[in-house]
């Protein structure tokens, strides 16, 4: 079975821009989570979909957005590009169970 | 919300020596605790699980216990090698519900 794919891989952008972050689950998986990474915060819990609805969210501004669509796949949205928004961004997926499968990540630099 | 403390943030053993990792949790009703490994520039990998009916659980040269009355649980690595070398997080959830991940182990084993 294909892993957690996660696209695109590396992305530079400016501070202001918006930028959307794509997630392809393991086949016959529902659940997609995100998270986002940083040496200093860790493995922080950003949002997660089920069957195209938000089951749970973390705590982050409005200006990150998610959402799901009927065959799994999951998006994410910044909205107005902060400096502290540069991190590896991850995406889970899990089939009904609690167990994640992490994809590789994106990779963010705001500049 | 839940709160995981990790322990140690970094750790070196000789090869063939055993390593032990150790997370605190505190919202009783968590009953779900996997342990990831990251190797650089990749996603978390699942490495081993442990649900809250179960003490204890091992996988070849990897263990992971559980001790729900103290709420911690520690990862157990025997016979160590130099491959073994990445970061190891601790996660703790309450099914259906989010992730609560520790703030990661940097284990290097020496040669």
């Known amino acids: 079975k294909a892993g957690v794919t996660q696209t695109p891989r590396y992305l530079i952008k400016t501070r202001g821009q918006q930028v959307t972050l794509s997630c392809s689950p393991i086949?016959?998986?529902?659940?997609v989570s995100w998270y986002q990474q940083t040496p200093g915060q860790g493995l922080q819990f950003l949002f997660e979909y089920f069957s195209e609805t938000q089951r749970n969210k973390g705590n982050f501004p409005g200006r990150f957005s998610g959402r799901q669509f009927s065959n799994s796949r999951s998006e994410m949205n910044v909205s107005t590009l902060e400096l502290g928004d540069s991190a590896l961004y991850l995406c889970a997926s899990s089939p009904e169970t609690d167990t994640q499968y992490f994809g590789p990540g994106t990779r963010l630099t705001v500049l | 919300g839940e709160n995981v403390e990790q322990h140690p943030s970094t750790l070196s053993v000789q090869e063939g020596d055993s390593a032990v990792i150790k997370c605190t949790y505190s919202?009783?009703?968590?009953?779900?605790f996997p342990w990831y490994k990251q190797e650089l520039g990749k996603g978390p990998q699942l490495i081993i699980d442990?649900?809250?009916?179960?003490g204890e659980k091992k996988d070849q040269r990897i263990a992971v216990t559980l001790n729900k009355t103290a709420k911690h649980f520690s990862l157990h690595i025997t016979e160590t090698q130099p491959e073994d070398s990445a970061v190891y997080f601790c996660a703790a959830s309450v099914t259906g519900n989010q992730f609560y991940f520790g703030t990661g182990t940097s284990l290097t084993v020496i040669p």
């Open positions: 086949s016959g998986h529902r659940s």
């Open positions: 442990i649900r809250s009916n179960v």
């Open positions: 919202d009783s009703a968590s009953n779900y």
